[in-house]
């Protein structure tokens, strides 16, 4: 859809000039599904790193934990996410931090990604 083309274009622009690095909140048992997901859309993947299969921390918890052990290898030069809670949490940590407006963000995804550690 449209919301997704324009992330898709955001981060292949990107990544002619910056590495990219996909953190997720799914778990590590989907990541063949990620993996075919992001190549299926021509989506450079230099480095994805998802979630521990039993870690069932909120996402905000999970993501700014692995930021901060980015940031002590290489420097971390904008962190993007769609959940509002995650990227204040970054931002409150220093880090320069953007909400993906262009995607939508429902009501059952927020509970899973707040609530349950499950994306």
């Known amino acids: 859809d449209e919301g997704s083309e324009i992330g898709i274009e955001l981060a292949r622009r990107a ?15 989907l990541r063949p599904v990620t993996t075919t997901w992001l190549a299926e859309r021509e989506l450079p993947v230099q480095r994805l790193i998802m979630r521990p299969n ?13 930021l901060r052990q ?6 971390v030069a904008v962190f993007v996410d769609d959940d509002p809670l995650v990227v204040d ?11 993906a407006t ?11 990604q707040d609530r349950a550690g499950r994306t």
């Open 15 to 29: 990544a002619l000039d910056h590495q990219l690095v996909w953190l997720t909140g799914r778990p590590e048992w």
């Open 54 to 66: 039993r870690d069932y921390r909120p996402a905000r918890d999970y993501k700014l934990d692995q």
């Open 70 to 75: 980015l940031a002590h290898a290489e420097q």
């Open 89 to 99: 949490a970054a931002a409150a940590a220093g880090f320069t931090a953007s909400l």
């Open 102 to 112: 262009w995607l939508p963000r429902g009501v059952a995804l927020a509970q899973a």
